[in-house]
């Protein structure tokens, strides 16, 4: 039986057991919208240890690709079609652009979820490199493709702990917010090892795209259990600010209505943002309510 966590809120605590769950997933991941604040979320997730290997990236990705592939293979075919369009042909690759915009010194530059470190290995010799991967097997494929960079096989919160406080120049979270469990302490730890005036740049799913209200239930952002926060363009500049952040970067060509992705680059401020408080955690053992 996997190891499961119980959720409050990740954005203000709230508890919304009694609230209904949204008809969007399945029973055995219940979706809410906090009645407080509004924000979207899993409440029942998979704890750290079952990512290492259960529930590990590669493993549940290629799963949702193969699921996707069959309940819709035309979707599935022009998806990938505008990918490797948009990659070969248009050779746009907002990461790499952000990065190059919006990093600056030399300090080190941390991928979240480095997977086998395809991303830092473009930015080798340019900044001293981190990552942190919780799959055992990919923390293994990265620090042998990136034998020069510091990869920690561990959790997001835990394996950034790991690293100096005022040392990175950025901390990467493309495509994994999303993911994390604790996304208040995950930015509490990000602020902690950026140096003033570094930068994290994120990409999550756009909750609030009029594509996922066409879709519904077929989202392409709806990925159970992975993806446990959905965050709206309103919520993450909220969830940023309220951890200490300032906004760096955030356009409307960073989260246009129809996209499915958003994007923002939040900085630690020269001067410290006074009154932000401890983060807390939201989660805790499903064992103990049951």
């Not at 493709?145 to 997001?156: V, Y």
Request: aromatic content about 8%; hydrophobic content about 40%; glycine content about 6%.
């Amino acid at each position: 039986m996997p190891h499961l966590l119980i959720r409050h809120c990740p954005a203000c605590l709230a508890d919304n057991t009694a609230a209904p769950r949204l008809p969007l997933g399945p029973k055995k991941w219940p979706l809410k919208t906090c009645g407080t604040c509004g924000f979207t979320y899993l409440e029942r997730a998979a704890a750290y240890v079952e990512m290492e290997e259960t529930y590990a990236w590669e493993k549940t990705s290629k799963q949702e690709t193969t699921r996707r592939a069959v309940e819709e293979p035309t979707v599935s075919r022009l998806s990938q079609a505008f990918k490797n369009f948009r990659a070969r042909t248009l050779k746009r690759d907002k990461l790499t652009d952000l990065t190059h915009r919006h990093v600056v010194g030399d300090g080190t530059v941390v991928d979240i979820g480095c997977a086998h470190g395809r991303f830092l290995k473009t930015l080798a010799g340019r900044f001293p490199l981190a990552g942190v991967e919780i799959s055992r097997a990919l923390a293994a494929k990265a620090q042998k493709n990136l034998p020069q960079a510091t990869i920690i096989q561990a959790d997001a919160v835990s394996g950034l702990g790991r690293l100096p406080a005022d040392s990175c120049s950025a901390v990467i979270m493309s495509a994994f917010l999303e993911h994390e469990i604790e996304p208040r302490l995950l930015l509490a730890q990000t602020l902690r090892v950026l140096r003033p005036g570094g930068v994290s740049i994120i990409k999550v799913p756009n909750f609030g795209s009029l594509n996922r209200r066409f879709r519904k239930k077929k989202w392409c952002g709806f990925r159970f259990p992975d993806h446990v926060n959905y965050f709206t363009p309103g919520s993450i500049v909220t969830m940023a600010r309220t951890s200490g952040f300032e906004i760096r970067r955030f356009r409307l060509q960073d989260h246009p209505p129809i996209s499915d992705n958003l994007w923002i680059v939040i900085a630690n401020p020269a001067t410290p943002i006074a009154g932000i408080p401890a983060a807390l955690p939201c989660s805790r053992d499903y064992t103990e309510e049951n």
